[in-house]
């Protein structure tokens, strides 16, 4: 068996391979299902009206959803100029801590002035955080994966450290977790009595610039072309290493961004389980989206609908929850083999 590749996808196999994966992963997750001795269509059911049942599960979803864009988009940039930026859960927390540091009170200042110098001292934080693996990449070759993969547990030690320091709360009785942000730091909620936040509208503005960058500037170009073929764009003129550091900052700020929104918006304070692994499955979230920053919207509302979904079916059926980690893994792979078949085509010897 070998593969061949195909001239140029067709607008048919762009449609049809995505729809094609998606059943794939119910067709996988009922068999799942079953053997966990439940009834596929009851549980699918059950998750659906977990997910966007009622007014309650949508707004739910959606406050799910707003982590996931910021570190979904924060990933397909950085994929899509063959950076491969795996410590995106460690930019996130870089983001939450600054939010923690500047929003406790140590700035005295209206919310249009705190608010705004939080978000950028947190976006420059994240980016300095992957522009050093960037470096290290371009001056030395070191592999990114290894060393942003690496920096999720160092800055997860690092704030464990701080959280049983300097950052501790000295009214939380002993449990490690920063005192709560003040009023001005804080992110107003868009519904009120629900938990959705405005972080949610700064995620969606978030992916609109991000999809301009990407589609409307010569950066945007630049990462693309360096993403497709890194010798044909230093044939064209490209500075590649420019290229990928302006990749490293836009990437590693993006997913502070989603520690900011998270203390900011929702939590109030950081503590150690702030993220369940929002860095993790922006990898999934920008892969179904296919790199795509307008597509990631829609691809971390699905994973955060399956998620909400499932601790809501559990509750209802037999069945754990953790069936939702199986669908997005099975999702995310099914997703990978359509866009390799629609990019190859198999050859049988």
């Given at each position: 068996m070998r593969l061949e590749p195909k001239p140029a996808p067709s607008l048919t196999g762009t449609i049809a391979y995505p729809i094609g994966a998606i059943a794939a992963t119910l067709v996988l997750a009922s068999l799942l299902v079953l053997v966990a001795g439940a009834s596929p269509f009851n549980v699918f059911a059950l998750v659906a009206v977990g997910a966007a049942g009622s007014q309650f599960a949508v707004l739910e979803t959606l406050t799910r959803a707003t982590p996931l864009i910021f570190t979904g988009l924060a990933v397909a940039v950085a994929f899509r100029a063959k950076l491969?930026?795996?410590?995106?859960?460690?930019?996130?927390?870089?983001?939450?801590?600054?939010?923690?540091?500047?929003?406790?009170?140590?700035?005295?200042?209206?919310?249009?002035?705190?608010?705004?110098?939080?978000?950028?001292?947190?976006?420059?934080?994240?980016?300095?955080l992957l522009l050093g693996p960037a470096?290290?990449?371009?001056?030395?070759?070191?592999?990114?994966?290894?060393?942003?993969?690496?920096?999720n547990f160092i800055v997860l030690l690092?704030?464990?450290?701080?959280?049983?320091?300097?950052?501790?709360?000295?009214?939380?009785?002993?449990?490690?977790?920063?005192?709560?942000?003040?009023?001005?730091?804080?992110?107003?909620?868009?519904?009120?009595?629900?938990?959705?936040?405005?972080?949610?509208?700064?995620?969606?503005?978030?992916?609109?610039?991000?999809?301009?960058?990407?589609?409307?500037?010569?950066?945007?170009?630049?990462?693309?072309?360096?993403?497709?073929?890194?010798?044909?764009?230093?044939?064209?003129?490209?500075p590649i290493n420019r290229v990928l550091a302006k990749t490293a900052l836009l990437s590693g700020g993006l997913a502070a961004l989603a520690g900011f929104s998270e203390v900011a918006g929702l939590n109030g304070n950081l503590t150690l389980d702030l993220s369940p692994g929002f860095g993790y499955t922006g990898i999934a979230v920008a892969m179904l989206a296919l790199l795509n920053p307008l597509g990631v919207v829609a691809a971390a509302i699905f994973?955060?609908?399956?998620?909400?979904?499932?601790?809501?079916?559990?509750?209802?059926?037999?069945?754990?929850?953790?069936?939702?980690?199986?669908?997005?893994?099975?999702?995310?792979?099914?997703?990978?083999?359509?866009?390799?078949l629609s990019r190859y085509r198999i050859r049988w010897r």
């Open positions: 491969w930026n795996i410590g995106a859960e460690a930019q996130l927390y870089a983001g939450a801590v600054v939010t923690v540091a500047l929003g406790t009170g140590a700035v005295q200042m209206p919310s249009v002035l705190l608010i705004p110098l939080i978000v950028a001292s947190a976006v420059a934080v994240g980016a300095l470096l290290l990449k371009m001056r030395f070759g070191v592999d990114e994966v290894v060393t942003t993969l690496l920096l690092f704030v464990s450290m701080l959280l049983e320091g300097i950052l501790k709360d000295p009214m939380g009785l002993g449990w490690p977790q920063s005192q709560r942000i003040i009023a001005e730091a804080q992110l107003p909620r868009l519904v009120e009595g629900m938990r959705l936040h405005f972080g949610f509208f700064i995620a969606l503005v978030a992916s609109v610039l991000v999809w301009v960058v990407m589609t409307h500037t010569s950066l945007g170009y630049e990462m693309r072309a360096v993403g497709h073929s890194p010798q044909a764009a230093r044939f064209a003129g490209i994973v955060a609908g399956i998620f909400v979904g499932a601790d809501a079916m559990s509750r209802s059926a037999d069945v754990p929850s953790y069936i939702a980690d199986v669908i997005v893994a099975t999702a995310l792979l099914t997703m990978v083999t359509a866009i390799m």
